[in-house]
Structure formats: structure tokens, C-alpha cells
């Protein structure tokens, strides 16, 4: 057997081993884990990436070990060797941050387990989650600065991204950007507490809840079961309705347009009898208003209450089903109608009238503001009669004088 073979059976061999000390490792955490809920968090977040780190760095040991240092392909392989431990090392450090979000949600998120009225524990999931996510990227970022250096060529890079000035320049000088805005705006949204995973928010004309908060995007959850994406930059600059901000309860309304001849008490006292009967009313406000009474009909708002947004949308649409039942049941004169009047003949030789009196008005105010001028209206008056068809033979009917005629 060759000495490569050999090297590879050993390499091969203490990965095995160190993939069974894994496997051991992992039962030992969650036996001890069932009591205490971090162990079994410890264990559950760290089985991959652990066993991985155990099996990469027992194969760096191995080939240190066991593998001839003057071949020429040790060179390269130790290099990747050393990419890999950086690499599962980056993996193992970001599965202790999952590990410690989790008991954070669990210790001050309320748990799995979370309502619209948890305004505070929605906040803390907000903020750890972002916290999370901006920690792991933090974390990569300092991973990939870690395997960059072993490169001789990009040394320098290496060193100047550790460095705390060149960290706080690429940072400032990079800020303004697109992308690293986002990600800034998605670190506002979560400590600003303008929105929380849970709220349910109107944007872009649709109602939903926010399902997911990331460093550079918002997952919107809408009410017909659709995703809408949207930047954080969209939350930071474009007004938006969050109706859980500080309260789950809401008010609404449902409008009637009626006629005159409605009952308002008897439909005040039937809206109080669906409330009563209804377990979506949260019993705080329950009113019947007139809010306008023109164009022929009586508008009628009902204004009514709920513990949260859901429960207020289908609490009036019960009310406009049963306001419009008992309607129809009871008062069907006041549903809205036109009304239409018809007059008789002797309505159309009052008309005929008022319009002749109009154009006699009309035409008096051709000559008025002195004696002069109402006389020469009178002469108009007296011309135009004797010009009328008939009186003089003329074809047009018409004859028109002026003063300057002779």
C-alpha cells in the first residue's frame, strides 16, 4: 500500500472518529437537556455544525499528522484545510447566535405562543430577530475577512477590514448606498417600534399583517393569502396605517342610505340587539348616527367596536346583513326610492306663462336706467308690434327703426 493511501486511510479514519464523537456529544446534550431548556436549544441549533467542525478540524490533524510535509500537493491542502476550520467555524459561532435568540424569544417574546394584544413581546421578536440576522452578517463578514487573509495577496485587505478606521470608513462611505440603506432602514424599523412582526398594517391599498422582518426587506402577509415584498426603505419614506401601533381594539362603520320615512329608534334598538347577540362586539361602542340628510335620502352610520381588525371587519358586515334583514322585514317603505311627480295640462299654460314673463322681463331691461332710454323702449315695443306679420305685408314679419331713421 502506497504512503498516499495510507495518509488518506488515516484522514478518513479520524473523521469517522470525530463524526462519532460528535454523535455522542449530541445524545449526552439532549439527555441533559430535558432539564434545561438551553441545553436542549444548544443541542438541537449546534448538532450539524458541530459534528462538522469536530470532523474538519480531526482531517487538519490527520494530514498534519500523517501526511508527507515535503509533497507538493501539502501545500495546497493545508491552505484548504485551514479555508475549511474558518468556515465551520463561522457556521458553529452563528448557530450559538440562533441559540441565543431563541431563548430570548422564549424568555422575554412569549414563546411560540404570541396574540395581537402582546404589543410588548411582539416588539422584543421584532428586535431580536433583526438583531439575529444583523449579528450573522456581522459575523460572515468577519469569517470572510478571516479566510481572505490567509490568501498572501489580500493580506492587506484583510488587515484594513479588521481595522476599527477602515471598518467605520467603508461603512460611512458606503451608507448612502442602496443596499446598506436598507439594511440601516431595516435596523430603524426594528428599534423605532413603528412596525412589529404581528401588526396589521393598510399599505398600497391592501390589508395584512407583517409575516417577516429582514435587514433589507419586509414580508407583508395579505388578507387573501398573497406575500407583498417591500423594501424597509418603503416604511422609513412612504406613510402607511398600522392599526395595532399602540392597540389592537378599533372602531368602524357601517352606512345606510334610506329614506326619510325610516324608524331611527327602532333601528338603534335593533342594532343593540345584534351586538348583544354577537361575540365579535368587544361591548364598547355601539351608536346609531344621522350623518346627512340630502339628494333625497337619510344617512344612517352605525358606529361600532371590536377587539382587533379581523373581528371589526366581519362585525359589520353581520350589522349591514342584519340591519338590512330587519329592513326588509319590518320598515320596507324606508329602503331608498325616487320619488316622481307628474302635473296635469294646466302645469304646462303655467309654465308657458312664466316663460313668457320672463322674456318680456328680459327684453324691458334692453332700455332702462334713464327717461330717455324707457322711452325709446316704448318706441321699440310700439315699432315691433306694427312690424309683426301682417300689419304691414313685409315677408320677415320683422321691422326694426332706430332713433336715426327719417
Not at 16 to 35: N, T
Not at 58 to 73: E, F, N, Q, T
Not at 201 to 216: A, K, P, Y
Amino acid at each position: 500500500m502506497t504512503h498516499v493511501a495510507v495518509s488518506a486511510a488515516w484522514v478518513f479514519a479520524a473523521v469517522a472518529v470525530a463524526y462519532v464523537i460528535g454523535g455522542v456529544l449530541s445524545w449526552a446534550l439532549q439527555r441533559i437537556g430535558r432539564r434545561s431548556a438551553l441545553i436542549t436549544d444548544v443541542a438541537h441549533f449546534t448538532r450539524i455544525p458541530g459534528r462538522a467542525t469536530l470532523m474538519v478540524i480531526a482531517a487538519s490533524i490527520a494530514v498534519k499528522r500523517v501526511v508527507d510535509p515535503s509533497a507538493s500537493w501539502r501545500g495546497w491542502v493545508d491552505h484548504l484545510m485551514v479555508l475549511l476550520v474558518i468556515a465551520v467555524s463561522t457556521w458553529l459561532v452563528a448557530s450559538f447566535v440562533r441559540v441565543a435568540e431563541r431563548q430570548a424569544i422564549v424568555r422575554f417574546g412569549g414563546g411560540d405562543e404570541i396574540t395581537d394584544a402582546d404589543r410588548r413581546r411582539r416588539r422584543v421578536r421584532t428586535q431580536v430577530t433583526v438583531m439575529r440576522r444583523l449579528s450573522i452578517a456581522v459575523i460572515i463578514a468577519f469569517g470572510l475577512a478571516a479566510a481572505l487573509m490567509t490568501f498572501p495577496s489580500f493580506t492587506d485587505i484583510g488587515k484594513t477590514l479588521f481595522a476599527s478606521a477602515g471598518v467605520l470608513s467603508v461603512v460611512a462611505g458606503l451608507a448612502a448606498q442602496t443596499s446598506l440603506g436598507a439594511v440601516f432602514a431595516g435596523i430603524q424599523i426594528a428599534f423605532s417600534d413603528a412596525i412589529r412582526v404581528g401588526d396589521v398594517v393598510v399599505l398600497e391599498d391592501e390589508w395584512g399583517r407583517i409575516e417577516e422582518i429582514t435587514l433589507t426587506y419586509v414580508v407583508v402577509h395579505v388578507w387573501d393569502e398573497r406575500r407583498l415584498v417591500l423594501p424597509c426603505t418603503y416604511f422609513t419614506t412612504t406613510p402607511f396605517q398600522n392599526w395595532t401601533r399602540n392597540a389592537t381594539e378599533l372602531l368602524g362603520t357601517a352606512e345606510f342610505d334610506l329614506d326619510f320615512t325610516v324608524p331611527i329608534d327602532a333601528m338603534r334598538a335593533e342594532l343593540e340587539r345584534l351586538l348583544a347577540a354577537n361575540d365579535l362586539w368587544d361591548g364598547r361602542v355601539g351608536i346609531v348616527q344621522v350623518t346627512d340628510c340630502v339628494g333625497g335620502y337619510l344617512r344612517v352610520r352605525m358606529l361600532v367596536s371590536a377587539s382587533n381588525a379581523p373581528a371589526l371587519f366581519d362585525l359589520r358586515c353581520h350589522v349591514r346583513e342584519g340591519i338590512t334583514g330587519w329592513l326588509q322585514r319590518t320598515n320596507p317603505g324606508a329602503l331608498p326610492r325616487w320619488r316622481v311627480e307628474q302635473f296635469d295640462g294646466q302645469a304646462s299654460a303655467l309654465e308657458t306663462r312664466d316663460l313668457t314673463t320672463r322674456r318680456d322681463l328680459a327684453d324691458a331691461s334692453l332700455f332702462s336706467g334713464s327717461t330717455a332710454a324707457e322711452q325709446r323702449g316704448r318706441i321699440f315695443d310700439a315699432e315691433d308690434a306694427v312690424a309683426a306679420p301682417g300689419n304691414d305685408g313685409n315677408s320677415n314679419g320683422h321691422r326694426i327703426r332706430y332713433d336715426g331713421d327719417n
